[in-house]
């Protein structure tokens, strides 16, 4: 399942693009996600124009399709790798879960940040998500689309926030 998520930021693009770049905002962004128990820096390393971050995320419950479920709590758990570069304003990312996991569920994309007129700064993502569960697959990629636009929407908050900061 392909998709676009984009928020326009009122402030300009190299404000945004610090702020990309904050150590602050992954442990930031657990705190506005309701979903999520925690989100840790496992690196963030910056050179030669590009940012490389990992994030590791904990989700804090299944997806609602699994609450009567037995869900191993790994089976939450996911790390996000990132390389941003400062010479085109955007990266690449990819979401690995735990090994046991991977033949399951795929996800991966591209982050930019573009130039807008007075002073204003669109965030654009695309990605891709793809969940290969017999007969479920499609509802939980909707389910699991949900909670990418929720969390991509409190990391839109959480830039704003380090914006004015």
Do not use: N
Not at 12 to 21: G, I, N, R, T
Not at 76 to 85: A, D, F, G, K, V
Not at 90 to 116: C, D, H, I, M, N
Not at 138 to 149: G, I, K, N, S, T
């Amino acid at each position: 399942m392909h998709f676009t998520i984009c928020h326009e930021l009122d402030a300009p693009l190299d404000a945004v693009e610090l702020a990309v770049l904050s150590p602050e905002l992954g442990p930031r962004l657990a705190t506005k996600v309701a979903s999520l128990e925690s989100v840790v820096t496992v690196e963030h390393a910056l050179r030669d124009g590009e940012l490389l971050r990992i994030l590791r995320f904990q989700a804090g419950a299944p997806l609602p399709i699994f609450k009567d479920y037995p869900v191993a709590k790994d089976a939450m758990s996911w790390e996000e790798r990132s390389t941003y570069r400062l010479s085109d304003h955007a990266s690449t990312w990819q979401v690995s879960p735990k090994e046991q996991w991977r033949s399951y569920f795929r996800s991966a994309g591209t982050y930019r940040l573009e130039r807008l007129p007075q002073g204003r700064t669109r965030r654009r993502v695309d990605g891709d998500i793809q969940i290969r569960l017999r007969l479920l697959g499609p509802l939980v990629e909707r389910l699991a689309l949900a909670e990418v636009q929720r969390t991509y929407d409190a990391e839109a908050d959480t830039l704003r926030e380090l914006v004015t900061a």
